[in-house]
T-cell receptor, first 114, second 113 residues
């Protein structure tokens, strides 16, 4: 059982480049989300989805796009990378959307924008 | 505005010592979760508490949810080097039909052999 799989694990981008961070889960979880983790800032929610075809913004959505065409996949797109987007990105999923179920996190993507 | 304050931010102790970390808020949460994160990995759920005053034990770890559901504590007895990691608390509340988690900034625990 793979859980939540994120790719790539590491990435270096130049300012202005675009890229997609991949996230896939095989647990049939309804809820998926993207967080960024920065020193001294904790985990901050970027975007989330409560099911296929439904997405919404989190706390820090600017500069990022998401889509949810299937239950399994929730890619995060950086449209034009900026140094401020240097961070560690985590994808998380959970079974329910309205109940206090724990999140399963991926192992993260460490992104550096130069 | 930081809804969840964790303290201490850093903690370095010797193997065998006891410790308590705290998670405080001025807001009421419907549940409180604790996660542990090791370097290079994502957070891993340790426990969820949902009832005010609830106490849960996981081997040497004891979790408590405050009576007013605004705070929580994690107590570790006889800490071991394997307990080293970043401990995150996360408060949950319902927003419309969705359930949303807000994370604290974490307590970085180092247990020295």
């Amino acid at each position: 059982n793979a859980g939540v799989t994120q790719t790539p694990k590491f990435q270096v981008l130049k300012t202005g480049q675009s890229m997609t961070l991949q996230c896939a889960q095989d647990m049939n979880h309804e809820y998926m989300s993207w967080y960024r983790q920065d020193p001294g800032m904790g985990l901050r929610l970027i975007h989330y989805s409560v099911g296929a075809g439904i997405t919404d913004q989190g706390e820090v959505p600017n500069g990022y796009n998401v889509s949810r065409s299937t239950t399994e996949d929730f890619p995060l797109r950086l449209l034009s990378a900026a140094p401020s987007q240097t961070s560690v990105y985590f994808c998380a999923s959970s079974y329910g959307t309205g109940t206090p179920r724990g999140y399963t996190f991926g192992s993260g993507t460490r992104l550096t924008v130069v | 505005t930081q809804l969840l304050e964790q303290s201490p931010q850093f903690l370095s102790i010797q193997e065998g010592e006891n410790l308590t970390v705290y998670c405080n808020s001025s807001s009421v949460f419907s549940s409180l979760q604790w996660y542990r994160q090791e370097p290079g990995e994502g957070p891993v759920l340790l426990v969820t508490v949902v009832t005010g005053g609830e106490v849960k034990k996981l081997k040497r770890l004891t979790f408590q949810f405050g009576d007013a559901r605004k705070d929580s504590s994690l107590h570790i007895t006889a800490a071991q080097p394997g307990d080293t990691g970043l401990y995150l608390c996360a408060g949950g509340r319902r927003g419309g039909s969705n359930y949303k988690l807000t994370f604290g900034k974490g307590t970085l625990l180092t247990v020295n052999p």
